[in-house]
Nanobody
Framework: QVQLVESGGGLGQPGGSLRLSCATS????????MGWYRQAPGKQRELVAF???????NYADSVKSRFSISRDYAKNTVYLQMNSLKPEDTAVYYC????????WGQGTQVTVSS
């Protein structure tokens, strides 16, 4: 059974930083594009960022220049570094592995508030 294990959510202050992590097995990590999505209350799930198997990143306009996605091939982990946090970044963040199949993590809550 494929598992995506997320960590790193919590409470962040406006202008502050948080880093999310998503770990999975090597058989998935090496062959799948990895992404982060988020879903705020009452809104649809939206793409935040994704990174290809060869490490090419892409970002939603709303987070470009503030968030950074990366992947560590030795740890089979994808990271989302979130800087200059805004209250509108508050959401449940989900990790996604996309390839032959699609897998989702369980989600981690990020709340940005003073």
């Amino acid at each position: 059974q494929v598992q995506l294990v997320e960590s790193g959510g919590g409470l962040g202050q406006p202008g502050g930083s948080l880093r999310l992590s998503c770990a999975t097995s090597g058989s998935i990590f090496n062959r799948y594009n990895m992404g982060w999505y988020r879903q705020a209350p009452g809104k649809q799930r939206e793409l935040v960022a994704f990174i290809t198997t060869v490490g090419s990143p892409n970002y939603a306009d709303s987070v470009k220049s503030r968030f950074s996605i990366s992947r560590d091939y030795a740890k089979n982990t994808v990271y989302l570094q979130m800087n200059s946090l805004k209250p509108e970044d508050t959401a449940v963040y989900y990790c996604k592995a996309a390839g032959l199949y699609t897998y989702w993590g369980q989600g981690t809550q990020v709340t940005v508030s003073s």
